[in-house]
């Protein structure tokens, strides 16, 4: 993927449309495009200051392909850090095409995937996690996705980690420099502020360790599973958190025998739902398969829904509402009681309870209410300004590992090891935070990380 030839691509998604834009990046991207462009002012675009647009014509000879707009980026001050030409033309998808043939057979190449995000890094405008958050922001179909990718994009995670990564530096250059002077028996590395520092870095990374399951969670839709006995009102409940008939409803026990699923935003949040299978014994081969699978989204699922009619047994329906809490401890599970709307005089009969709510969904009634708990329960003080949530599970791994190191580091101090076996501890959590950062990088990461982007990118 690395190289210094000129490409171009479509950065536009393809089809018709209004406009598209042709983006062109390298060395000859200006000489090429001027052998191509025809500008209404007769100026050479390499006169041109940088930054400006300029209206004229795309040129095949001497036919006219489209009249377009020509943004102009000189590098190093531009996306890639290399001349950049940015061309806007019609959506016609033949313009679209011979202009790139145009280019193409001028000395221009098309770009690989994520080819203009990998010159951006390998030419130092950004580091390796926020290129990789150019992606997750192109991604992002919410507000909080949105948010966490613009918040890494400015340096959210790479700030934290590089501070503390220049400061375990320095101790580690220290404690090289004694190693150098052994001999000699001197002490260039002060061990208390090497503990201190350690127990900081520890603690930032659990933290940032801990956060991928919500920042994971929140960038692809937190799921929800909606489980209950057959006929307790769950398809009803789905249909009326989408507003709209997503799955069939029916008297008929056993009805939904595989998960449905389908995402709503709450406050800029994506959630998950998950309608399943009723929970009963069944003698039924396909519903048993669906139960089965009912059990397998509770075990994924962020948040749990269990319902139970109003009408029903109370206190049965509480004793099993603490069973699966006990069965999943640690998961957040909402008792939801169904068909509100039938129980009449009972209204006031069952005494508040921590995460229960009564709802009727015909009604709508406590669909609004349902919609703030989850909220609250998951989100809410979770993604302010200056919370870092990791997202990415590379970064995920590499801090696991950068963890590992660190407590052999506290551990290692605290036993008084020798400096070069703590230097070696040193150099893995230097080496696994720098995998972050992409300090540290391989071919075969780059690759993976850029085959991921979209073609234009």
Do not use: W
């Amino acid at each position: 993927m690395v190289s210094n030839d000129t490409i171009i691509a479509l950065s536009t998604p393809p089809g018709i449309g209004a406009i598209a834009v042709i983006r062109i990046s390298g060395s000859e991207a200006i000489s090429i495009t001027e052998g191509i462009f025809q500008p209404i002012h007769k100026k050479k675009l390499a006169d041109q200051h940088s930054h400006t647009i300029h209206l004229g014509y795309i040129l095949d000879q001497q036919r006219i392909v489209d009249k377009v707009l020509l943004s102009l980026f000189k590098g190093p001050n531009s996306y890639t850090g290399e001349d950049v030409i940015e061309i806007s033309c019609h959506g016609s998808r033949y313009i679209q095409q011979e202009i790139l043939a145009l280019f193409i057979r001028s000395g221009c190449r098309l770009a690989q995937a994520g080819e203009f995000t990998l010159r951006a890094f390998l030419n130092g405008k950004m580091d390796l996690s926020q290129a990789e958050a150019v992606a997750d922001l192109i991604s992002s179909e919410n507000e909080a996705s949105h948010t966490l990718a613009m918040q890494q994009m400015r340096g959210g995670i790479s700030n934290e980690i590089k501070k503390l990564r220049a400061e375990l530096t320095d101790f580690a250059s220290l404690i090289e420099l004694e190693l150098d002077f052994s001999g000699e028996d001197v002490d260039f590395a002060d061990t208390g502020r090497l503990k201190a520092l350690v127990l900081k870095i520890k603690n930032l990374l659990k933290n940032l360790v801990d956060s991928f399951a919500l920042g994971n969670a929140v960038k692809h839709g937190i799921p929800v599973a909606i489980i209950g006995e057959p006929n307790v009102g769950k398809s009803t409940l789905l249909n009326a958190l989408l507003n709209e008939e997503r799955a069939i409803v029916s008297d008929i026990p056993g009805t939904t025998r595989d998960a449905i699923e389908d995402e709503i935003s709450i406050k800029g949040v994506g959630f998950r739902f998950i309608d399943t299978a009723g929970i009963r014994e069944t003698q039924d081969h396909v519903e048993g398969i669906g139960i089965k699978k009912t059990f397998e989204k509770v075990e994924k699922a962020d948040l749990v829904l269990y319902l139970s009619e109003y009408q029903n047994d109370i206190d049965s329906s509480l004793n099993e509402h603490k069973r699966l809490s006990n069965n999943y401890p640690g998961k957040k599970i909402i008792h939801v009681l169904t068909k509100f709307d039938l129980a009449g005089s009972t209204t006031n009969s069952l005494p508040p309870k921590e995460n229960s709510i009564r709802i009727s969904a015909k009604t709508a009634d406590g669909i609004r209410e349902l919609k703030e708990m989850l909220y609250t329960l998951v989100i809410e003080g979770e993604l302010g300004a200056d919370r870092t949530l990791l997202t990415n599970s590379r970064h995920y791994e590499a801090l696991q590992h950068a963890l590992t190191s660190i407590n052999a580091v506290e551990t290692g101090v605290s036993e008084e090891i020798s400096g070069d076996l703590l230097a070696v501890d040193i150099r893995q959590a230097l080496y696994h935070m720098g995998e972050i950062t992409g300090e540290i990088t391989t071919d075969d990461l780059l690759g993976n990380i850029f085959a991921n982007f979209c073609i234009g990118k």
